[in-house]
């Protein structure tokens, strides 16, 4: 077979792993909350007051 | 005062009685208290991340959750347990902003016994991992309830928000497979479609057939729910509009197949798969669904899952389905009174806000009746259970026939597509009878060519686009539908009847009027006087509408006498405020309604009433509705605001006065009976029964997170002045469909005439279908939208 045949066959193959990645988020549940991964991202990882005083100067953060 | 400064908490003006602690400003102790958590224990990034994010403490559910430690409630509520660790979900409506996202992910610092937090922001839900060394469910309840997130607990609600859940997903997989094919066999197609040189065409079977393997799991998966919903319908002996879709797809499917195998063309998979993924897009768009909202709540989600019961000298938690006559229960300040009951202890008061909406609490003493849906305000009392929850006054009223009958109302596509099935069937077979007799070899082709071009998708997708595109308008204006179909419902209302308290007038009205003999300035410094030491909330009401200032008079003695009133000598003269019975007067008839009266020197003076404050724009918008409508007003109260009533709603508007529930349930039933279709606006439980009974039943509410009755749809109080724009807007979005309608058939019609002329190729077939149904698509977005914004919606 020519290579045009090889080539539908990889891109194929290649889409059905998305669809495949795309099945696996929406069933392990990535669609359900679509607001709070974009936010928790953003949190700072504050150390607690009993570490440091050092700590406390932290510039205001706004988001 | 002058300037109005803003709680650091939660936002909301402070009142006369504002809290400065560490340099900011309170609205209340609740609100520092939780400040007062947070920053003790180093969270104070909470206030950093949006503007006064915290939940106004001021008007909290109670905070009892003994019930948790009930083996049998815990069973059904957590995910996990082995013992050591525990798993739970639990509904946290005061879930908003990413500050509260951020609070309840760091549960951790304020109890160690935390493991892991995770906020599902849509669902407003947080599920908690925590060790049960030294910590329970019950603790995890309380201290989520201390800094304002109260979880809200009901075992049945959680299992309906999980189906509606598990269908969304399931929507999700159809449209990325048949995303996925339509996709591929679109690139697979193009060849075909630019035509092919005799150098290619050992490429076409092998592209064809490729094609078709991609078809299968779109007919066969993604378009399931056509099929079935088109056999169920045969079945009742009717047509819906997923006949003809159903139909279409497996004319498609069955013909495109034949062509391939036989290899005499290339088959209509493009058109196949395209077709199907616009349908799905179609129901993905009209499938909007408020997740944090719930439309299905019932009397038990007033109620607390459990109380406790004092048998034999012991007290235990009883759930309260399990509440039997004669128990004897105790309730304690802020728990709800479960069912029909006798007041044993004193007295009591007790807050009807659940069931009326008057915020005012009503005094109650030894022997009287209590319904169920009162909250204890107040130090614990003991009562005596008259009725089983199901048969007290109240909810006595879901064993209505209103609640079991489902509404069927035949749906606008549902009423055209039984037409348009009949004509396309005589065409098609008209079509094959003309060609049997000139040239039998086309008879098969042309037949199924009808089918193919027939089916009705951009019919199919009309009304998902309009309807959805008016659910966004509406969701923008903070009016929340439960499904699609109430449009159809609402564009068919012709009568409007609104509940009085609560729903045309504001909840959390501060006002108060006295009624009697005005007051002296002297009387009103007096009486300031004695009820300026009182903690009692409606004695500080009392205080801010005298608007007195005198300080001539010197408080002699006072004493505040709970679920009685105020006793006070002032400058020599005694001053009274209480209940009728304290003060010496005789009692009015309206129970429901909260009154403080007013004794002098002995002498009855009058009484304070809460003053009914009418929502914002109420006339206007009355004025603009009784053009369309027929409205009726319903109220629980007695006669005293007739007259004012009177004044604010146009001529022939009807008003009833002293309705109970059953009664409102019986007008709306009355005016159904009498050929009306009837749209009930209520706010309590009391409306409840009305609302069920409604063609549709609209809760209003000033939190939508809150509770609010059982309904069809659910409105922010703000969005109430809007109503008229909005029902107009729904009027018109019929006329859209229709319009929509009209194009579909003509590029209908069109691609019928070239069908039955037997000059259908595949091409002309991929290219017609998508172009009839983007255009219709984007003329119903458009111009919902245009006409949204054109009243300012």
Known sequence: MSVIVILIITSIVVAVVFLAAFLWSVKSGQYDDTYSPSVRMLFDDKKKKTDGAESDSTVDQKV | ?793
Not at chain 2, 353 to 361: C, K, P
Not at chain 2, 619 to 643: C, I, P, Q, R, T
């Open chain 2, 1 to 793: 005062m002058a300037i109005t400064t803003s709680c650091y908490h939660c936002g909301d003006p402070c009142e006369t009685d504002q809290i400065e602690f560490d340099d900011k400003s309170f609205c209340c102790a609740g609100c520092k208290t939780v400040y007062e958590i947070l920053s003790e224990n180093d969270l104070c990034d909470y206030y950093d991340l949006e503007a006064n994010p915290g939940i106004s403490q001021s008007n909290q559910s109670n905070g009892l959750f003994e019930y948790l430690d009930n083996a049998e409630v815990k069973k059904q509520l957590l995910d996990f347990s082995d013992g050591e660790q525990e798993k739970v979900t639990l509904f946290v409506p005061n879930i908003h902003c990413s500050s509260c996202i951020w609070l309840l992910e760091h549960l951790d610092r304020l109890a160690p016994q935390v493991i892991h937090a995770n906020v599902n922001f849509t669902q407003r839900k947080v599920s908690i991992h925590y060790k049960t060394d030294g910590f329970s469910l019950k603790q995890l309840a309380e201290l989520l309830h201390r800094i304002g997130y109260g979880a809200v607990i009901n075992l049945e609600a959680q299992e309906d928000a999980e189906q509606v859940h598990q269908a969304d997903k399931k929507l999700w997989v159809k449209l990325g497979v048949a995303g996925f094919c339509f996709g591929n066999v679109m690139l697979l197609s193009f060849p075909e479609y630019l035509g092919l040189s005799e150098l290619e065409r050992e490429y076409q079977t092998i592209f064809r057939w490729i094609s078709a393997l991609m078809a299968v799991p779109v007919v066969f998966y993604a378009a399931s729910d056509y099929f079935i919903s088109a056999f169920k319908s045969l079945r009742q002996r009717f047509i819906n509009i997923d006949v003809p879709i159903a139909l279409g797809i497996i004319t498609l499917f069955v013909r495109s197949f034949y062509e391939v195998a036989a290899n005499v063309g290339s088959g209509y998979f493009d058109s196949l798969v395209s077709l199907i993924f616009f349908l799905l897009i179609g129901k993905w768009f009209q499938h909007k669904t408020y997740r944090n909202l719930s439309f299905d709540r019932d009397y038990k989600s007033y109620f607390p899952l459990a109380v406790l019961r004092k048998k034999d000298n012991a007290v235990d938690a009883v759930m309260v389905k399990d509440i039997k006559k004669g128990d004897e229960l105790i309730i304690r300040n802020t728990e709800v009174v479960p069912a029909d009951a006798i007041l044993i202890d004193g007295e009591a008061s007790i807050d009807y806000s659940f069931v009326t909406g008057e915020s005012a609490a009503v005094a109650k003493v030894k022997g009287d009746l209590v319904y169920a849906g009162g909250r204890l305000v107040g130090k614990q009392a003991h009562f005596i259970a008259q009725k089983d929850v199901s048969q007290s006054y109240l909810t006595s009223l879901w064993n209505d026939q209103a609640f079991e009958k489902e509404r069927k109302s035949k749906r606008l596509i549902d009423q055209v597509s039984q037409y348009f099935t009949v004509i396309i069937m005589l065409v098609a077979t008209g079509a094959a009878f003309y060609w049997q007799q000139v040239d039998p070899s086309k008879t098969w082709l042309v037949f199924t060519a009808v089918l193919i071009v027939a089916c009705p998708c951009a019919l199919a997708l009309a009304t998902p686009f309009t309807w959805g595109s008016v659910l966004r308008v509406f969701s923008r204006n903070q009016f929340y539908l439960k499904n699609a179909d109430i449009i159809e419902d609402l564009q068919k209302i012709g009568t409007i009847v609104f509940d009085k308290t609560g729903t045309i007038t504001e909840t959390a009205s501060q006002d108060l009027e006295f009624v009697g003999e005005p007051l002296t300035e002297g009387e009103r410094a007096m009486t300031s006087m004695a009820v300026a030491s009182s903690t009692h909330p409606l004695s500080r009401r009392v205080n801010q509408s005298l608007k007195a200032s005198g300080s001539a008079y010197s408080l002699e003695q006072f004493d505040e006498l709970s679920g009685k009133g105020v006793f006070a000598v002032v400058s020599g003269v005694e001053v009274k405020l209480g209940s009728a019975k304290f003060v010496g007067a005789k009692a009015s008839e309206a129970v429901e309604t909260s009154e403080v009266f007013l004794s002098i020197g002995g002498k009855v003076r009058g009484r304070f009433l809460v003053k009914n404050t009418y929502r914002k724009g109420f006339k206007a918008l009355v004025d603009d509705l009784a053009a369309h409508f027929k409205l009726s007003v319903l109220s629980g109260d007695n006669e005293a605001e007739k007259e004012r009533l009177q004044t604010l709603l146009p001529e022939g508007t009807s008003i009833r006065f002293k309705q109970s529930p059953h009664n409102k349930l019986q007008v709306v039933k009355g005016l159904q009976t009498a050929g009306a279709n009837v749209m009930m606006m209520g706010d309590g439980l009391n409306d409840a029964g009305a609302l069920k009974q409604s063609n549709v039943g609209v809760a209003v509410t000033e939190d939508i997170s809150m509770f609010s009755p059982a309904s069809d749809a659910i409105m922010h109080a703000n969005a109430f002045g809007a109503l008229s724009k909005l029902m107009a807007l729904v009027k018109q979005a019929k006329w859209v469909v229709i319009a929509s309608f009209v194009i579909s058939f003509i590029y209908n019609i069109g691609g019928l005439t070239f069908a039955v002329a037997g000059w259908l190729t595949p091409l002309f077939a991929a290219i017609l279908m998508p172009l009839s149904s983007i255009s219709v698509v984007l003329f119903t977005t458009l111009i919902i939208n245009w006409l949204g914004k054109r009243k300012g919606l």
